[in-house]
């Protein structure tokens, strides 16, 4: 992503895009419908109660350092920017395997998880299911299977479309012909594209990590990619991420919210809510800045930007006090900072001092995880039944939470598919996970993995 095509379109077009693009609203944009039904004394808590946590990694994909190969290419079509007349040159062309041994070893340990970019073709390099020109077929190989076995359990992976630097024609494989800002994927298209044009751009993308074996609910847009053509777009994410994976719930990152506006996802072109075939396209923004390294990794880190040592303020800090999903982002380059870590250094203590202060408020998800407790969120219908509660949801989900007044002492128990299950009473919100219950003066707190279709609680 460039700083430009994203943070400048940004700054524009937030407050616009936070109403817009929110699916449950009657924008013209986006599909409207109505939010589901709901009995009154129903509140669907966060995941367990906590706020969500994630981490999104921008411009990442398999040994080639973006920075380094994206720089000259976004100067050619932009030659009056500074920014990329910055020595590229002098910068490494490879983040290591080892750096991301390094970095998912260090999460995995602490239940970090988030989404990472795999750039299919990064910066015209070469394809990630061919091959690699500067590295052999066994570094490839090795790399992808590092990804696969290190990243994937905790970390969603997209594609940040096709190369993240020029245009490809997807019907020959090759870069069209021109250097100016409407061949480069962070400001594409310059022209109205259908839903379909734009969903066989991404599946094409798709498919390329589909070979690599790396399994795909969703991607990310290289910078300012579809500003021209924000609901088409949408639309062909979901299009797009069904056909390739057969994916149920699709999600995308595009936007970043860092002022006063919702951090929650926005469900957008949602139908089908009276069938058993419920379709829907979950926006999820970052709500911060990349404060560490930058794209190119030579920006000063910031990390206090996002927290202080104690927790005490910060972005991060704000989010979680406002009950909002905290989704911090970065780019890959900035982690690595060209061999001096400074980012990821300043990271550790980020997630360190997170873990400090709000470790029993917090939980870490993938993108995946927070779009379908998003999309069960708010599409769950309950009914006040005599026994109790009648629940009908188009999504599963785990860790599902609700806060409901109680009629009487009795514990609540679960009946899924005929089969009745009790809860067992904690004490306190932090000893929520699902299978539980709690009283909260004269409603009481449930959690619950909750199935698709037809269950009750009886209480």
């Known amino acids: 992503m460039m700083d430009r095509s994203r943070r400048d379109f940004l700054r524009t077009t937030t407050r616009t895009v936070a109403g817009a693009t929110l699916g449950l609203t009657t924008n013209s944009l986006f599909s409207q419908t109505e939010r589901a039904q709901r009995a ?24 080639v350092n973006m920075g380094h190969f994206c720089t000259p290419q976004f100067g050619a079509a932009f030659p009056d920017r500074d920014i990329y007349k910055r020595p590229w040159q002098t910068w490494p062309r490879e983040i290591p395997d080892a750096f991301v041994r390094e970095f998912g070893v260090w ?27 500067g590295w052999s077929r066994r570094e490839l190989l090795d790399s992808l299977k590092l990804v696969r076995e290190l990243m994937l359990p905790n970390w969603d992976i997209h594609p940040e479309m096709i190369t993240h630097t020029r245009v490809i024609n997807i019907k020959t494989g090759r870069p069209f012909p021109g250097f100016g800002p409407a061949n480069i994927e962070n ?16 599946a094409y993308a798709l498919q390329i990590l589909k070979n690599c074996d790396l399994p795909c609910e969703g991607i990310t847009t290289p910078g300012g990619f579809g500003n021209l053509v924000k609901s ?27 002022g006063t506006e919702s951090t929650e996802p926005k469900l957008e072109h949602v139908s089908g809510t009276d069938t058993d075939d419920v379709r829907l396209t979950v926006n999820i923004p970052a709500g911060t800045g990349d404060w560490f390294g930058g794209w190119q990794g030579v920006n000063p880190s910031e990390g206090y930007r996002y927290t202080d040592a104690e ?7 704000d989010l979680i006090q406002r009950g909002q999903p905290a989704l911090m982002l970065c780019h890959w380059a900035g982690m690595y900072c060209n061999g001096s870590k400074e980012g990821f250094e300043d990271f550790k203590g980020v997630v360190q001092a997170l873990d400090q202060r709000f470790r029993d408020e917090t939980i870490w998800m993938k993108l995946s995880e927070i779009a379908r407790y998003w999309a069960a969120k708010e599409l769950t219908e309950f009914r006040i039944v005599a026994e109790g509660l009648a629940i009908s949801a188009p999504f599963s989900t785990t860790g599902f939470t609700i806060r409901v007044a109680a009629r009487n002492p009795a514990a609540p128990r679960i009946q899924i598919n005929g089969r009745v299950t009790s809860l067992d009473r904690v004490s306190m919100a932090p000893k929520l996970k699902p299978g539980t219950w709690m009283r909260d003066g004269n409603r009481i707190v449930i959690c619950f993995d909750l199935p698709k279709g037809k269950s009750s609680i009886t209480f």
């Open 40 to 63: 009154d004394n129903v509140e669907v808590l966060n995941p367990r109660g906590r706020t969500p946590l994630s981490f999104i990694i921008d411009d990442s994909t398999c040994l």
């Open 107 to 133: 999460c995995a340990e602490r239940g970090v998880k988030g989404k990472y970019s795999v750039v299919p073709n990064p910066a015209c390099v070469g394809w990630l299911d061919r091959e690699l020109p």
């Open 187 to 202: 400001s594409y298209p310059k022209v109205k594209k259908s839903v379909d044009e734009l969903a066989a751009y991404i």
């Open 232 to 258: 088409e777009l949408s639309l062909a994410v979901g299009q797009a991420v069904r056909d390739v994976f057969s994916v149920e719930i699709p999600h995308y990152f595009k936007y970043v919210h860092t």
């Open 311 to 317: 927790a005490s303020r910060g972005r991060m800090v």
